[in-house]
């Protein structure tokens, strides 16, 4: 599962409200994979969430130099090096673990 890091909403009014709702649904999404975590560990089957990282997209972050399919690429060579210890995990884009 691909998710995004939490922001800070900083700086006061202006835009606070709309950062909130986007950080509660982000939070949901990472518990909710979290949980799948638990109930397909009796499986054999390992889930884990990673954060991509920032890259060149339409909807923003056109100065950022990492183009959307060098994303992919390190997100991919992450999850080759993971192994079932990984499961339920949060992780950055260099492989390191985030916490919840």
Aim: glycine share 12%.
């Amino acid at each position: 599962m691909l998710s995004k890091v939490m922001g800070d909403c900083l700086g006061g009014v202006g835009g606070c409200e709309i950062q909130e709702v986007i950080e509660e649904k982000s939070l949901s999404t990472n518990m909710a994979f979290r949980s799948m975590s638990n109930e397909l560990d009796r499986d054999g089957i390992a889930v884990m969430v990673v954060y991509p990282g920032l890259f060149a997209s339409r909807v923003g972050g056109r100065k950022v130099k990492r183009t959307a399919e060098k994303s992919a690429k390190r997100v991919f060579r992450l999850m080759l090096k993971l192994d079932k210890r990984a499961n339920g995990r949060f992780y950055g884009p260099k492989g390191r673990q985030l916490f919840w």
